[in-house]
């Protein structure tokens, strides 16, 4: 290859800002990688590729992060917030297989997923896309999606490439404002944040994408410590790193640590990014830099080779124009995955037992949310980001939580009459007073509240995330009336609503859960199913909390606020269901490191039970959480039924960061903690030592 065609391969281009004419250029030109062109237009270029210069086929990437949603005929499964509900690595495997199905039915190749990034501050406008706030649980999940994506054979036509981003630390942006620069240390990286990342790379992810923000004044893109050292000499990470949109340039104008194009891009290329995107200046750049002798060559051949060793496991050189049958767009066998996810993923969040709802039959449902598909979706769908058109026109198949009661309502003989009574945030005239005449008439009103994109998404960050306060106005007017309100919440992370939990009988959700939420929704609150969802995310009474997830390290002046407790409304881990569940018997054996523990259900209804494990050691070099989940497991069980588990674990298992930033399992006491959530009233303990591990074992 030429030095040109080497520096084209490390730039991605977005066809839809630079249009058609501009992207056959770079296409004759040799570059690596498109996103988010696909169908035709794709396989124009990919013609002028494989026909010009060194012959190289083309890459494309889309953000395709809950399904393919850009494409109007894909199926739009649940967020990530919203699947991690489900505490279910299997199913989200077979949701990312089916999404690979669709992405690849275009002739797409990768995919910008999974985020990895953990959501522990819920002012930051991008918690919906996170599997929540545990870096175990984000990181099962996250290497089942990559699992699901790549499938066993990479070069199948149905494999599209995983990108897990962004890397590092990108949710912990101070202030939760995004982009912004985050002071955690390398320690706490290592410790708390690389763990998904580092499932995710033993599970295959052929890319890796940087975040935008910065740690401790060094951009992401910039980190050499980051990107060469930690991702690709200690996981031995072997496939490319892309940089975040436009990264290379915001060096210069946002960051400020280069002053021109040909320092960021040789910053850039250097701390060890393979592929720019949106970086056109970074072609120009490299190719001076190499040729005066500023950059050396070897460094874009390293980059050139990992881009072309992806572009081979995936079958791109023996099949540039790869494709999956079109007939996977949106079929049959996928709606079905997305009403069985949707309903995984409900959780009862409050029930002072008015759920199932049985003998109501007038039902009042009421509120912005219960009849805009849009609420149910989030963003990255074909009305929102990257191609923003929020009045675009959502398309059917979709079930609003609307319709979903209106349907069964019929099944159970009650009558459903329906207000808006505000917009998501705005008044409508004479809504309130519209709303609350029709819930005199009610047995009980179902209120639909939450969010939009336009109050949360990638950019909308919120430093007030309560309900919006036309909302709160309705929901005040809707209790005066004295009537019974389950609340459904379709929101896009949690908010926080202190309120609604006082004065609701019932409160569920499931965030932005796609096409069959709100029917999902409707099914649980009619007890057509029964609710076993869990909070992967703490909710907190209020924003003044934040960061309130639960697996803190230890204080102990002031641990509550003086106006606020230092717990959460609902804790991470926490879910309801129709029936309930005991916990018993709770052995460990030392030497085996196995726990056994049985789990009854003590309810009149067979339900299912994620069945929770967090351990904390009791002393330890540097300080550790109160406690972190190392397992869980989802049973189901009959009315009186119970089950014995046994979980088996590692000495790494019990493992944390020391001073030295290495991963060490210190010998002493601990305690496991087991149950159905994450709060103290919901776990039964054991303490247990471990010991000096054997001389054979360290001599290992
Ligand atoms: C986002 C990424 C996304 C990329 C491409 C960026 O603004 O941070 O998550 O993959 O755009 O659309």
């Known amino acids: 290859m030429t030095l040109e065609q080497k520096a084209a391969q490390l730039v991605q281009i977005p066809y839809a800002q630079i249009g058609r004419e501009k992207s056959e250029e770079w296409a004759r030109r040799g570059v690596g990688s498109f996103l988010h062109v696909f169908g035709e237009d794709a396989k124009h270029l990919q013609k002028i590729a494989i026909e010009s210069g060194a012959k190289i086929p083309l890459l494309f990437g889309i953000d395709a992060v809950h399904g393919h949603c850009l494409n109007r005929k894909a199926t739009i499964f649940p967020t990530q917030l919203s699947m991690a509900c489900a505490f279910d690595p299997e199913l989200i495997k077979r949701v990312a297989q089916a999404a690979a199905k669709e992405i690849s039915a275009d002739g797409l190749h ?9 959501g522990r501050d819920i002012r930051w406008g991008r918690v919906d ?11 099962i999940l996250g290497a089942a999606m990559v699992e699901g994506y790549q499938g066993e054979d990479n070069a199948a036509d149905t494999s599209v490439i995983a990108c897990a981003k962004h890397y590092i630390g990108y949710g912990e942006a101070t202030g939760a404002r995004d982009s912004y620069d985050t002071s955690i240390t390398y320690r706490k990286i290592k410790d708390t944040f690389l763990p998904p990342f580092e499932k995710a790379v033993k599970a295959g992810c052929a890319s890796v994408m940087t975040a935008y923000g910065s740690i401790d004044g060094t951009p992401c893109t910039a980190d050499k410590k980051l990107l060469k050292e930690i991702l690709k000499e200690q996981l031995g990470f072997d496939g490319f790193v892309v940089t975040d949109w436009q990264n290379v340039s915001h060096l210069i104008g946002e960051q400020c640590v280069a002053e021109n194009a040909k320092e960021a891009s040789r910053l850039a290329l250097e701390s060890g990014n393979d592929m720019m995107m949106n970086a056109p200046e970074f072609y120009v750049a490299i190719i001076d830099l190499v040729r005066s002798g500023e950059a050396d060559e ?14 081979m496991r995936f079958g791109l050189f023996d099949n540039p124009f790869r494709q999956a049958d079109e007939k996977y767009l949106g079929c049959e066998e996928h709606l079905e995955l997305n ?22 039959n007038k039902i009042l449902v009421v509120g912005p949310s219960a009849d805009d598909i849009r609420c149910n979706y989030g963003d990255w769908t074909y009305f929102s980001h990257p191609l923003p058109d929020y009045d675009t026109q959502p398309v059917r198949p979709y079930v609003t939580l609307l319709e979903g009661v209106q349907e069964l309502a019929k099944k159970h003989d009650c009558s459903v009459q329906y207000v808006k009574g505000c917009e998501i945030n705005g008044e409508i005239a004479g809504g309130i007073k519209q709303a609350v ?3 005199k008439k009610a047995d009980v009103i179902v209120f639909a509240c939450g969010d939009n994109i336009l109050l949360a998404a990638e950019g909308c960050d919120r430093a007030d995330v309560r309900l919006p306060k036309p909302q709160r106005e309705l929901f005040t007017a809707l209790c005066n009336t004295g009537k019974s309100i389950v609340t459904a919440l379709i929101c896009t992370k949690p908010l926080c609503i202190p309120e609604i939990d006082e004065h609701s009988a019932a409160v569920l959700t499931n965030f932005n859960s796609g096409m069959f939420g709100g029917r999902a929704l409707a099914e649980a609150i009619f007890g057509e199913i029964n609710p076993s969802g869990k909070l992967p995310i703490s909710f907190p009474y209020h924003v003044g909390q934040q960061p309130c997830y639960y697996n803190q390290l230890p204080g102990w002046h002031c641990r509550s606020y003086v106006d606020m407790p230092e717990t959460s ?56 959480p109160v406690k972190r989940l190392i397992a869980f497991r989802k049973v189901q069980l009959k009315a009186g039924d119970s089950q014995e588990l046994t979980f088996t674990f590692t000495r790494d298992d019990f493992s944390f960061v020391n001073a030295n930033e290495e991963r060490v399992t210190e010998p002493g006491e601990f305690e496991l903690m087991v149950g159905g959530s994450s709060a103290d009233s919901d776990l039964i303990k054991k303490k247990f030592t471990i010991g000096m591990a054997p001389k054979s074992w360290t001599d290992q």
């Open 298 to 311: 070897k460094l874009l051949d390293e980059a050139v080779e990992r881009i072309l060793t992806v572009k």
């Open 569 to 624: 409304l609902y804790s991470f881990g926490h879910g309801l269901s129709y029936t309930s569940f005991a916990y018993s018997d709770i052995l460990f054996d030392e030497k085996t490191l196995t726990l056994k523990v049985s789990v009854k259900n003590t309810g009149k209804r067979e339900g299912a039970e994620t069945v929770q494990v967090y351990f904390r050691d009791l002393a330890s070099s540097v300080m550790t």
């Open 339 to 360: 009403k069985e996810i949707a309903r995984e993923s409900t959780v009862l969040l409050k029930n002072d037992g008015i759920l199932p709802l049985t003998g109501k």
């Open 437 to 439: 005449k029709a819930a």
């Open 110 to 118: 990768q995919t910008f997923s999974p985020v990895l990034c953990l």
């Open 129 to 139: 896309e996170t599997f929540g706030e545990d870096p175990y649980l984000a990181g």
